[in-house]
């Protein structure tokens, strides 16, 4: 293996939507058939504009020219708190790893590589949504389960 970890642009904006189909498919055990359409068009506008905006930062990892894993982090604010001054939030999505391909420390590596970015930009707060397949991978990294929040399902 060759890895190498990109940080991706607004040229890798198909690369991106792509991935971002293939997790959603996989984290909502969505067949093939189910249409995606407008997931992917709303994709594609999240990357296009948080991508220049900076409020995406997102990694593509290749083994030489072939695609092997992506994360993502976004971020945002809300009003600041006691533990949270500044208000800023980052929230860690998107992660993938070709299943040829775990196991080898690129999801972790990936997520270091998120974590820093965020720490870079003063943001200290960061949050994620865990399948079962990541929990470890994140229990490692030294992410905590948040037992007040809530959420409204409509």
Do not use: C, W
Request: proline content about 3%; charged content about 30%; overall charge negative.
């Amino acid at each position: 293996m060759n890895l190498k970890y990109k940080k991706a642009t607004i040229d890798d904006i198909e690369i991106l939507t792509k991935t971002r189909i293939e997790v959603l498919r996989a984290a909502n055990k969505l067949s093939d058939d189910v249409d995606m359409k407008e997931v992917e068009k709303s994709s594609y506008e999240y990357y296009k504009n948080a991508l220049q905006n900076e409020t995406h930062t997102a990694y593509l990892v290749f083994d030489e020219e072939k695609f092997v894993g992506a994360g993502g982090v976004s971020y945002f604010q809300v009003m600041p708190t006691y533990h949270n001054p500044s208000g800023y939030k980052a929230y860690i999505m998107n992660m993938y790893t070709n299943p040829e391909y775990r196991r080898n420390g690129i999801a972790i590596k990936t997520l270091g590589l998120l974590v820093e970015d965020a720490k870079k930009r003063g943001v200290h707060a960061i949050s994620l949504e865990a399948t079962d397949m990541g929990k470890p991978l994140y229990v490692k990294f030294g992410f905590v389960k948040m037992n007040d929040e809530m959420e409204l399902l409509d």
